[in-house]
């Protein structure tokens, strides 16, 4: 369903390569200045996770990342917070399982927001599915340390099962780097999210358009 | 004119479990809470809603109900409004979310952020702590003088918070404020709605207006 300027293809091209905004990885450089970094390397999706600190910030971040977004033709996704999303006009909000569920953020932010989901099992990424979810990601893929409790790897094999059981488009996510990414993209996903890879980088520009190359590559052995 | 509630009380799970809150709502609204504030802001998204819906369900118009921060919540349970932190989402930016009816509640702690708040399009103000409380550890209290300050220098109500006992009610009136929020008074009291009562009493007798 066309989500605002978001048609389901351009949706799903602009899940390539996700970044996610990390501030303790930031280590005290500028966040909006490392996605900038990012966009230029090619990063098509960014999402703004604000962990703590004052909400009045995150507004101020989240209004730059919005117009950084836009001049670059990225999504621009809110984390958890649908009233940060809608305050600051993002394009969407990313939801766990314990956040507000889909069809609550569906009937608040209406027809154009665009709605991704992390399920945990097979069940819950075809419920949100059928809620109203855009997209999924799913993982954590490898090994990670920026989300302590993300939990075991579930594998590439986890991607393989669900994008065989939905039809939105599904982004691998956890301990995604340009050396492992092809094969979650093999795996039938439609791209990577990141944190550590781009934001932990001290060269985020070429750290982004690494990964990026990895995955057009990959798409592009998939015929895409 | 919007009816601003006098008598808000604000939730700490720390203080009293939120399942044995809800629990007590309804006794808690006929004592005389006329605001109660679901103030957990640390629970997911998911958790906090369904909370705010059972508190809705419960308070059933009887007393209003706001939702700490997540306007997001607030507007999915259908609360009367939300209470706002100093450092939260700009007023100017909640209000274009909420419209013209919900009430929209800012902490503040000083004259500037009383003006700012009121240009921006609060409805009333929390100020305090008042007095020392236990609530907020280690936070002495910015006493009545502030309070007076505060009141004098914007037109909106303001609800006072932080160390009120029923007994220092009058006086927290006397200093201009609308009215008041309790936690711990109410919360950590062997019978919170006895409690809730002593403070309604007070208020209702205060300055003697009708509350």
């Known amino acids: 369903m066309q989500r605002g300027a978001w048609s389901p293809e351009r949706l799903r091209a602009a899940l390539r390569v996700y970044v996610i905004t990390d501030q303790t990885l930031a280590r005290g450089r500028s966040q909006a200045e490392l996605v900038a970094q990012a966009l230029e390397g090619g990063a098509t999706a960014v999402q703004l996770r604000w962990k703590s600190g004052p ?9 730059v990342l919005r117009q950084l977004c836009r001049a670059a033709g990225a999504l621009f996704i809110v984390n958890d917070r649908l009233d940060l999303a809608l305050a600051v006009e993002a394009d969407g909000v990313h939801l766990g399982v314990t956040d507000l569920p889909v069809a609550e953020a569906r009937r608040l932010g209406g027809d154009d927001l665009v709605i991704g989901f992390s399920p945990e099992t097979l069940e819950q990424a075809q419920q949100a599915e059928a809620a109203g979810a855009d997209y999924l990601g799913v993982g954590p893929i490898y090994a990670t340390t920026t989300k302590p409790d993300a939990g075991a790897p579930v594998g590439v094999a986890h991607v393989q099962a669900i994008v065989q059981r939905v039809h939105i488009p599904v982004v691998g996510i956890g301990g ?3 050396a492992n990414a092809a094969e979650v993209i093999r795996a039938g996903a439609a791209g990577v999210a990141v944190i550590a890879a781009v934001f932990g980088a001290e060269d985020v520009r070429g750290a982004t358009a690494a990964l990026r190359q990895v995955v057009d590559a990959a798409l592009g052995e998939r015929g895409i | 004119m919007k009816h601003i509630p006098r008598f808000h009380l604000l939730s700490q799970r720390t203080l009293l479990p939120l399942a044995t809150l809800i629990d007590l709502l309804e006794p808690l609204a ?3 809470v006329e605001a109660f504030h679901l103030r957990e802001k640390d629970l997911p998204g998911g958790i906090l809603l ?4 059972q508190c809705r369900q419960r308070l059933s118009g009887r007393a209003a109900l706001f939702v700490n921060e997540r306007l997001d919540v607030a507007l999915l349970s259908q609360a009367d409004g939300v209470q706002l932190p100093e450092q939260g989402i700009p007023v100017s930016a909640a209000r274009q979310l909420l419209g013209p009816h919900m009430l ?3 902490s503040v702690h000083d004259v500037g952020g009383a003006r700012q708040a009121e240009e921006t399009g609060a409805d009333f103000l929390l100020f305090g702590n008042v007095y020392e409380t236990t609530s907020k ?3 002495s209290g910015r006493g ?3 309070l007076r300050a505060v009141v004098a220098a914007c037109h909106l109500p303001v609800i006072a918070i932080g160390g009120i006992t029923p007994e220092r009610v009058p006086e927290v009136l006397a200093a201009g404020a609308w009215g008041i929020a309790v936690i711990s008074g109410v919360l950590a009291a062997s019978d919170p709605v006895a409690a809730a009562r002593r403070y309604h009493q007070a208020l209702n007798e205060g300055d003697g207006r009708a509350a």
Request: proline share 4%.
């Open chain 2, 144 to 146: 009545l003088a502030a």
């Open chain 1, 176 to 178: 995604i780097t340009a």
């Open chain 2, 50 to 53: 369904d909370l705010a819906q």
């Open chain 2, 30 to 32: 006929t004592a005389g």
């Open chain 2, 137 to 139: 550890p280690g936070a």
């Open chain 1, 55 to 63: 909400l009045r910030d995150a507004v101020e971040l989240g209004r």
């Open chain 2, 104 to 106: 929209i509640g800012r």
